[in-house]
Each structure stands twice: as C-alpha cells, then as structure tokens.
C-alpha cells in the first residue's frame, strides 16, 4: 500500500465500479436509467444493461481482470464465485473480450451442492443469480465481482441478501409513513445503517499448521490455560507489535480499495486479539463489505506469515470474539432517527421511534437470540466480556430517566414543568455517548444507535439486521395504522408512547447483565433465556415469527422453514466434525505421546530406585500419566461409540449432540488438559496455548 497521506483518495474505492465511475463512465441517459433502477427497484432494459455491461468490463480490462464472477451469499455464512473469463472465440484462433448485458443482469451457476433447507432434491442443480444494482461492483484478484442475489429455479431465496433487500424495503416504507404524520413531506426513504465491529485473532502459520483442530474446526479443542493469559489487562489498547501494525496496514490498503470504510484498528482484551472497525454504511453495502472483509484478512494474514482465526472461542479462559453490529435507521435527506431533537415535536418523533424499536426487541427477543446461535457462541456467550444470552436494552442513565417519567408521569431531576406532555415539552437533551458503555448488555443504547453485541464473531451480519429490520418495519405499521385514524396527533402520540413503554418496560435493563441476580430477575420479568443454540434455534419456527416474516413479505414460510433446517443441520455437522477431530488428536497425537513420555518416566523411576536415587518426581508422574492417559483412552472410547449412535432425525441429533456429544468432548478435554501440564513440553505432541497466543510478534 503506498503510505503517502496524499494518496489515500485515490486508492480509496479504486477497484470499486462506483457511482462516480459510471457517471463518468456511462451516456447521461443510461447513469440516469441506472440510478431511476436504484431509487424506484425497476428493472434495467436490455439495451441499458448492454452497455453498463460495456463500461464495467472496459474498466475491469484497465484495471488488469481477466475474468468476471457473480458474488453472491449462499445459506453457508461465506460467499460463493464462479469465475468466467472476459474471452470469447473471433475466427482464425484469436479472441475478443466480450461481456454482455445479459450476463451481467444473470447468471446460472449450478446450485445442487449449496444448502436448501429442504426447498429442493439434491438432483434440482439449476439456480439464478442476479445483479444487486445497489451494490457496486469491484475488481478481486484480477476478477471483476458482481454482487448478486441467488434463488432457486422455482423462485425460492437461497441466499442472505435477498432477504435483506426485502427487509430494508419494508423498514423504508412504514418509517416514511411515520414521517408524513410528522409533516415530513421532503424524506421518500429510510435507510438501514449499520457498523460492524470485527474482532479476529491472529497466530503464526507455522504453528497453526501443528494444530489439526484448528485447521479443521477453526478451534482449539484441546489447551491447558497458560501461566499468562489477559490478567495484566495489557494488551487492550496496547503498542501494536511491528508484524500485526505491517499486517494491519496491509489489511486497510487492501480494503480501502474495495471501497470498505476500514477506519478503527486496535488490540484487543485477549492476547493475539485485535479489532477492526468500519464507518457506518448502508446494511446492504455493510453486509456486503463485511463478507469481503472476513476474506480479505484470512488473504492478507497469509501474506505475512500468520493465520486469521474468526471463531468465536478459539482458544478456553481468554476472550471470545464477536462482531458488534451497530444500527440504526437514517433518511435520504440526511437526518438520523435516533438522534434525540431540540424542538418538542422531535423529540416525540424520536420517542415514537425509540418505542418501537424496544416494544420490537421485547417482542421478538427469541428471533434476535435466533439469529446469533451457532455452536461457536455458545462458547463465548455469558462470559470474557460477551453479553448473557438473555436479551436486554440498555439505555443508559439519562434517556432511563426520560422513560420512567414518560411511563409514571413524574417530574424528572431539573424539569421546570411537572412532567414530559410529548408534543409540548421540550425532552432534557440526550447527548451522544450519555453514559458509560455497558459491555454486559446485548443490545445498547450508543447516542444515536443501539449496537446489538451478541453476534460472533464468523457470522453473517445479514440474519441479525433482517430480524433488526423487519421488527421495526412492524412496530412502526402497527404505530402508523393507529396514529393515521387519531384526532389529535399530540394526544395520540402521547397516549401511544406511554402505553408501550409501559408494556414492554420488562426488556430495559441498565446493570450489570453477568450477574447472577440479573438471570433470576429477567425470569421474574418473563424474559427468555436460551443460553444454548440448541434451545434458541426453534424459535425460527415459532408461529409468532413465520408471521413477522410472512406478514412482510420478507420470507415465505417454506423459506423460513428451510433457514432453521440449514441451521440445524450445521449445528449436527460442526459438534460431529469437531468430535471426529478430537477422536483423531486423542488416537494419532495426544495418547502415542503421553504413553512415550509414560514409558520415559516409568524407566527413570525404575533406574533411579536401582541405583538408591531419590524417583518421588518420576514415579508421582508415571502414575499420573499412567491414569490419566486410561482415563483418556476411555473417555474416548465413549466419545466414539456415542457418535456412532447420533440419531438420523436432524431435530433428535441436535438435542443428542448437544446433551451426549459435548458433554463426552469435555470430559475427553478435561484429562488431555490435565495431561498437559504434567508432559514435558518436548514431549507434547503440538503448540500449546503460551506458544500459540504469544506468538503473533
């Protein structure tokens, strides 16, 4: 990356086919067709797309790419490509490079080998892509990417940003009716905005590439907690060591030219942890970037001589890493919905909108927890700084105040008047950044957005903001339809924020959400708690939350049905995947290790006892080793014969896998740990956690 302050505009977005490149790039009459598809979602004519199809692959050319792909986002949580070349034949053995309107607007990649949850036989291998014109294409790897939706031949929405789309469209339509009732007359959509802080770890390759769990699982399924972990809380915020700010530079450059608002990077609590952080974008574009981003640091992390890990627990007892999905809805003119106004009428209309988000949230809190259960967050959820699996909103002291007077109808601290008559009254302003930030909330309050923390840190982002999304596009349709009927908006308005505050008061929670206190008061409140994913995941097909998707037009039920088969079916391979790997560590490394050094002790202690040596070191050892290495060889044993009863049903296999599988892989880690602290460091079979964690420098 050139380094020079100066240069940085110009590398920023240069491999990006964005609107300033079109303008450029296009006839007056097609830019302005391109930008009518955007802002009205009609679709392009053939003879328009022919000839953005012209400009892109002129460009590309230029910019060194040989072939085009449709990038699209499969129901895997990664993207998908398949690469074509911009050559075709022109008689005598020579080519010409051609790239179609039609081949830009779709594509036909086979679909037999993607997950479908059921939406069709493994046989039916036909599936569309098609061009996302809101989402500018970009040159990777002398490719030129195409971002796309993906459906099956019968229609169905095989990917994560159809969905999406829809559910931006939904949020749009019923936030500018709130406005029109506010006299907005100017805005004609709202926008989902969204951040996505992305926490990874970093290791050396050459170590990472002695630990079979990780290369398989992403993982450490096996680690005595090391002499130092994050104790000294010195690595937070900490001097960037020279490999990882060489890394971290690379990273940016290479994201900056994809166009991806890299702006925050820092070390975070664990050892070998680190974050990066995004300017606000668009959800559709922050989705998209996220996905690019995840890829681009695991290419970039290669180039230097490390790995990146995106699990959410890679290593036991250190920080997990998750990826803090910051939102919030804007408009096309500029303003920020949840920024708190000057004037009495907006902050009613900030209240109003503040509402619906936590009557949408207490509403669909088991969606929201839904959405983020992998076997992965198990892991880190309830601990090491991530959020309870409870869901709550924080709201910090000030605008906690502002609702307590609302629902009571009592003066607040300072107030001139006796209480907030919404319409009259001007709200006591809320700063941005009013309060501490409360790491133990899953969903908190920041200013001018709630950032929803829950997420890992490998995931999507797509799933959390859908669900974000199209809560709030119902919320914001059931507050419309009453207050479009209302005699007196003041009045009605009013009414309508204290009844909702009021009933839905259960789901704000300021404290400290690790506490033990805490879990008994969300029972008494009512509030769910699926600390497991797979206690969580049934909710996708909760008749209650069909209905949000159905209603909105964002999932068919068959869709919604096929997202929860997906997820269950991941949850079954990656416990069995990650078994299989423990079996195979125990059997070919840890066990043949253990008996070797075992046999060393057994010998030592023999010959010093021979020679009247003092042996109490070699034969406590050999005993040890002998018994937990049988203890081992059990537990394995076990481990084994209970995966070759996981039950064929998917939904049985989930809870076996969860009450049987896990429950033996622990039990399996518990000896091999113990077996690690008394092995000779030599004489253990792979890189433990003080190599791994402090190895990245």
């Not at 910019?63 to 449709?70: D, L, Q």
């Not at 036991?316 to 998750?322: E, I, W, Y």
Request: glycine share 6%; charged share 25%; net charge negative.
């Amino acid at each position: 990356m050139n380094s020079e302050p100066g240069k940085f505009p110009e590398l920023f977005g240069s491999m990006v086919f964005n609107e300033e490149t079109m303008k450029k790039r296009l006839s007056p009459s097609c830019y302005k067709q391109w930008k009518q598809s955007v802002s009205d979602g009609t679709p392009l004519d053939i003879s328009t797309a022919n000839e953005i199809a012209e400009a892109m692959k002129q460009w590309a050319v230029e910019k060194g790419a040989t072939h085009y792909t449709h990038w699209f986002q499969p129901m895997t949580g990664v993207t998908a490509e398949k690469h074509d070349s911009f050559i075709a034949p022109a008689g005598k053995g020579r080519i010409e490079l051609e790239f179609s309107g039609k081949e830009l607007v779709r594509g036909e990649p086979d679909a037999s080998s993607f997950p479908s949850g059921g939406l069709r036989a493994t046989f039916e291998a036909r599936g569309y892509t098609a061009w996302d014109p809101t989402s500018f294409a970009f040159i990777k790897e002398k490719s030129l990417c195409i971002p796309t939706i993906f459906c099956s031949y019968s229609g169905h929405a095989l990917d994560k940003k159809t969905p999406l789309l829809r559910s931006m469209d939904a949020v749009s339509k019923q936030a500018v009716r709130i406005l029109r009732l506010f006299g907005d007359t100017t805005t004609t959509r709202v926008i989902a905005q969204v951040g996505a802080e992305q926490e990874y770890f970093l290791l050396d390759k050459k170590l990472y590439s002695q630990r079979e769990d990780l290369i398989m699982t992403g993982r450490t399924l096996f680690g005595a907690k090391p002499p130092r972990g994050q104790e000294l809380e010195d690595h937070y915020f900490g001097a960037i060591r020279p490999r990882v700010a060489a890394y971290m530079q690379d990273l940016d450059g290479e994201l900056w030219k994809l166009g991806v608002l890299s702006k925050t990077k820092h070390n975070e609590v664990a050892p070998s942890q680190h974050e990066m952080a995004p300017i606000y974008s668009d959800a559709n574009a922050a989705c998209d970037q996220n996905q690019i981003t995840m890829e681009i640091m695991k290419k970039v992390a290669d180039r230097h001589g490390l790995v990146c890990l995106l699990h959410e627990k890679p290593f036991a007892g250190v920080n997990g890493s998750g990826k803090h999905d910051n939102w919030s809805l804007g408009t096309d003119t500029g303003k920020n919905l949840f920024k708190p106004g000057s004037t009495p009428r907006q902050n009613a209309q900030f209240l109003l909108f503040l509402t619906a988000f936590i009557k949408g949230v207490d509403e669909y809190q088991d969606m929201l927890r839904a959405t983020v259960a992998t076997p992965g967050n198990d892991h880190r959820l309830g601990a090491q700084e991530a959020p309870p699996a409870v869901v709550s909103i924080f709201l910090g002291s000030d605008l906690s105040a502002v609702v307590d007077s609302i629902i009571n109808d009592t003066t607040m601290k300072g107030a001139k008047k006796r209480s907030i008559n919404i319409g009259v009254d001007v709200m006591p302003p809320i700063p941005q950044d009013n309060t501490d930030r409360n790491r133990t909330s899953p969903m908190a309050f920041t200013g001018n957005k709630f950032e929803f923390r829950m997420p890992g840190s490998s995931l999507s982002i797509s799933g959390p903001n859908i669900v974000l999304n199209t809560m709030m596009a119902h919320e914001l349709m059931l507050f419309a339809d009453e207050l479009e009927k209302a005699d007196n908006m003041d009045e009605a308005v009013s009414h309508l924020i204290r009844r909702e505050l009021t009933a839905h008061r259960r789901i704000i929670f300021d404290g400290n959400g690790y506490d033990e206190s805490w879990i008994e008061e969300a029972k008494r409140r009512g509030l769910s708690n699926f600390s497991t994913a797979v206690d969580a995941l049934p909710a996708y097909i909760d008749e209650k939350n069909i209905r949000l998707f159905t209603d909105h037009a964002i999932y068919t039920r068959e869709e919604v049905d096929a997202r929860y088969n997906i997820h269950v079916e991941n949850y079954n391979a990656t416990i069995e995947i990650e078994a299989r790997t423990m079996i195979d560590m125990i059997r070919k490394e840890i066990l043949p290790a253990v008996s070797a050094y075992g046999t060393s002790l057994c010998k030592g202690f023999k010959k010093r006892k021979s020679l009247g040596l003092p042996y109490k070191y070699e034969e406590h050892n050999a005993r040890g080793n002998c018994m937990l290495s049988d203890c081992l060889h059990d537990a394995c044993a076990k481990l084994e014969k209970d995966l070759r009863e996981v039950p064929a049903q998917p939904e049985e296999a989930m809870r076996y896998c969860h009450d049987v599988i896990v429950p033996d892989m622990n039990e399996c880690r518990s000896y091999a740990d113990e077996l690690e602290t008394m092995t000779a460091r030599s004489a253990w079979p792979f890189p433990t956690y003080s190599d791994l964690l402090f190895s990245e420098g």
